[in-house]
């Protein structure tokens, strides 16, 4: 295999934050016409192992910056045992929280109440982050897009069955909120138990192969049975 080498790499700023590594032998293979297929293999596996090191020390840089942001929501709308005054706004105009006063992780109100509360009436909830609604009432946001309602139907009516509708995230599969999930799987599992597969958990459930065999051939000779009693009846006495 051969490759054209790569153009002599220009000297880097002062400002560079970084420099690849064996450029010096990359500089040297420049004025080269081809290179060997080993020259080649080593340069692509030292730029590869160069970049994997450079997105682990990005990832854990976002990890820290991820941590040190949930420790301040945590502590802003999670359990924070106490709620101090909110000190008085600078005089350049600003809130006092920077970028977090901006996107909803801290109040500017300058009443004393440095957390939000749900805009629903008589609701006292705290409101979530970027939005004016506690977790509760998240659906009345027209502008989000985490969350839909639970679909356990509670009651049948004439005019249409009537929904759970709690909140839970569109990703949960199926819809359902934990209590209704909770409730949706005792029945599962006693309609199992019904119908002679012994189980104490969805979680652990693994049906062996003889068992499904069984059930199909079980479904089977039922459908056999009923074809035969229609076609019998079909038959008319001479």
């Not at 942001?69 to 706004?89: C, I, L, N, V």
């Not at 809130?95 to 006292?124: M, P």
């Amino acid at each position: 295999m051969a490759e054209c080498p790569p153009e002599s790499p220009s000297s880097p700023s002062p400002s560079s934050p970084m420099t690849i590594d064996g450029s010096d032998r990359d500089s040297a293979l420049a004025s080269s016409e081809w290179l060997s297929r080993r020259e080649v293999l080593e340069r692509r596996s030292r730029r590869v192992k160069q970049l994997a090191r450079l997105y682990r020390h990005h990832y854990w840089a976002l990890m820290e910056d991820l941590k040190a942001k949930h420790r301040e929501y945590y502590w802003t709308y999670g359990k924070s045992p106490f709620k101090e005054d909110e000190a008085a706004p600078p005089a350049n105009g600003t809130d006092g929280y920077g970028e977090n006063g901006r996107l909803g992780f801290g109040s500017g109100g300058g009443n004393g109440d440095d957390i939000g509360r749900c805009q629903v009436a008589n609701c006292k909830a705290k409101a979530m982050a970027l939005t004016e609604f506690c977790h509760a009432h998240i659906l009345s946001d027209p502008h989000q897009k985490l969350y839909k309602g639970c679909t356990y139907v509670i009651k049948s009516m004439q005019s249409g069955p009537l929904l759970c509708c709690k909140p839970v995230l569109r990703t949960t599969v199926p819809s359902l909120c934990p209590t209704h999930f909770q409730k949706n799987e005792k029945c599962l599992i006693r309609d199992l138990r019904k119908a002679g597969l012994n189980v104490s958990s969805l979680s652990n459930l693994a049906p062996k192969l003889h068992v499904i065999v069984a059930e199909y051939v079980c479904q089977i000779q039922t459908r056999r049975r009923a074809i035969r009693k229609a076609s019998v009846a079909k038959v008319e006495p001479k």
